[in-house]
């Protein structure tokens, strides 16, 4: 279906909107890019939530005025690192199936409010010793599961295939611009009067505000926006492919655990989430004990590759769709030429990184920039893969390939703490490197070989009338973008 914006099309609720929206309407913005700014926003605030332990523990631990500090060894720091997807694991797949029961919207609220509650407690906590940090770290990540479910929740009811790269990874870039804002900022936070703590109040603060704020503002779909034109609303629809029916729909598990196709999108998942959550929350560590960088310097520098990594995000995305929907190349190749980018770009950065030291600053600073920054290809490559394969149950597989993916969070951190027995040491960085390295590899070729972009039979209930409506789907993918059939057979 082609956007139509006669008039007589549009509902009497949308001509009470003030002539200022109608206008923003007509020019080509409407309520699912409202939609996606205020997602956007809430991805950047929640990874406030993940990222201000990773900034604040260099400060926790050395002696500054006005803050207090803690003697926490290499191995505290890494199980309060850790912690966090201690409980981010468990609350994947719950958090999927709430949202497909109670809205994606209610249950990603309320998440977040409750995440910014608990950050006015870590202070208090760090007071109290490392096993208080870690329970509170581990409730952190109970409430912060819900956000990748119930956000591929909402894009899946939300985002139409034409535009399904621009506006996904515009959304996800979100992590990036926040984990960035927050590395950045940290470094005058710390030298204020306020110290450490005052990222955890600020960033708290912000998490309760902008869930008021989506509580007002945000919608589960099309169908319950209050502003949202009638045409708008028939282009989303039928250019999803999600079902308007799909909460009452029972998850195909076992369609699902015996999809070769999903397990090449968990290993591109699983391989992605190793090597950033490496680098999230190491490099702060590395940059101060290798590259030997003050405070300041620290945080500014470890903000710089998320900054990259949020403007590459917003260049590669309208490529990979122009090549999409001009038929350059079929949806499963560029899922896997842009994951390929993704992962193994940053792998050969990585070993390049290893053989870095402290003489050779700039350079060590460029390959850790390139080697995050150039993650922004998985983007386009498995994070939209589970709108690809089934736009009914987005959010659960979400919830199941980021719970799985998750342990890699748990790993990967403690693989750290076990090699790194001296933080100075750069050979013993050279081995993180090296391994990070070798699971990029690993994983994006299995998502190479087994990969799909194809909506799955199983994505809508077996009998007759979901066959046509699949069928019908897949038709309009060959009219609105490049034919996938014949070609990704082939893959």
Same mark, same amino acid.
């Given at each position: 279906m082609v956007f139509n914006s006669n008039p007589e099309k549009i509902p009497l609720l949308y001509r009470a909107v003030p002539d200022s929206l109608k206008l923003l +309407?007509? +020019?080509?913005?409407?309520?699912?890019?409202?939609q996606a700014i205020l997602l956007f926003l809430g991805m950047m605030i929640n990874y406030f939530q993940r990222v201000n332990i990773s900034a604040a523990i260099v400060p926790m631990t050395q002696s500054t005025a006005g803050a207090p500090s803690y003697e926490w060894n290499v191995s505290d720091k890494s199980l309060i690192l850790s912690s966090f997807f201690w409980g981010y694991v468990v609350s994947q797949v719950p958090a999927g199936l709430l949202a497909k029961r109670f809205g994606a919207k209610l249950v990603l609220g309320v998440s977040t409010?409750?995440?910014?509650?608990?950050?006015?407690?870590?202070?208090?906590?760090?007071?109290?010793?490392?096993?208080?940090?870690c329970v509170l770290r581990v409730i952190t990540g109970l409430v912060q599961g819900s956000v990748y479910p119930c956000v591929h929740t909402l894009l899946a009811k939300w985002v139409p295939r034409t535009e399904r790269g621009f506006l996904t990874t515009g959304i996800y870039s979100g992590a990036q611009f926040g984990t960035a804002v927050i590395l950045v900022s940290s470094g005058f936070i710390f030298e204020s009067s306020m110290g450490w703590p005052g990222l955890f109040y600020i960033s708290g603060g912000l998490n309760v505000a902008w869930a008021l704020l989506f509580f007002w503002q945000g919608a589960n779909e099309p169908a319950t926006a209050t502003r949202i034109s009638q045409t708008e609303r028939e282009y989303i629809e039928s250019l999803t492919g999600s079902n308007s029916g799909s909460q009452s729909m029972s998850v195909p598990w076992r369609s699902i655990?015996?999809?070769?196709?999903?397990? $090449?999108?968990?290993?591109?998942?699983?391989?992605?989430?190793?090597?950033f959550y490496t680098l999230l929350t190491e490099m702060p560590t590395y940059m101060s004990h290798v590259l030997q960088l003050d405070v300041k310097s620290n945080a500014f520098l470890s903000s710089l590759p998320y900054f990259a990594m949020g403007l590459l995000c917003l260049v590669v995305s309208p490529i990979s769709d122009l090549l999409i929907n001009r038929g350059t190349i &079929?949806?499963?190749?560029?899922?896997?030429?842009f994951n390929s980018i993704g992962q193994w770009g940053p792998m050969a950065c990585l070993i390049g990184l290893g053989y870095m030291t402290a003489d050779e600053k700039s350079w060590a600073i460029l390959l850790l920039t390139l080697a995050v920054g150039i993650n922004a290809g998985c983007s386009c490559g498995y994070l939209i893969n589970?709108?690809?394969? +089934?736009?009914?149950?987005?959010?659960?597989?979400?919830?199941? &390939?980021?719970?799985?993916?998750?342990? &890699? +969070?748990?790993?990967?951190?403690?693989?750290?703490?076990?090699?790194? &027995?001296?933080?100075?040491?750069?050979?013993?960085?050279?081995?993180?490197?090296?391994?990070? $390295?070798g699971v990029y590899l690993i994983c994006n070729t299995l998502f190479v070989l087994f990969g799909k972009a194809t909506v799955q039979p199983w994505n809508e209930p077996s009998s007759m009338s979901s066959t046509i409506t699949l069928r019908n789907h897949l038709e309009n993918d060959s009219k609105t973008i490049a034919p996938t059939s014949d070609k990704d057979n082939r893959f």
């Open positions: +309407s007509s +020019s080509g913005f409407g309520a699912r890019h409202w409010i409750v995440g910014g509650i608990l950050c006015f407690f870590h202070p208090m906590a760090a007071e109290s010793g490392v096993e208080s940090v655990f015996t999809s070769p196709a999903f397990y $090449g999108l968990l290993a591109a998942h699983c391989g992605f989430t190793w090597g &079929t949806i499963t190749t560029a899922r896997k030429l589970h709108i690809d394969l +089934s736009p009914n149950f987005a959010g659960p597989m979400m919830g199941v &390939t980021n719970g799985i993916a998750g342990i &890699t +969070s748990i790993v990967a951190p403690l693989v750290v703490g076990g090699i790194l &027995t001296n933080e100075e040491d750069p050979n013993q960085w050279r081995v993180v490197f090296f391994i990070t $390295g």
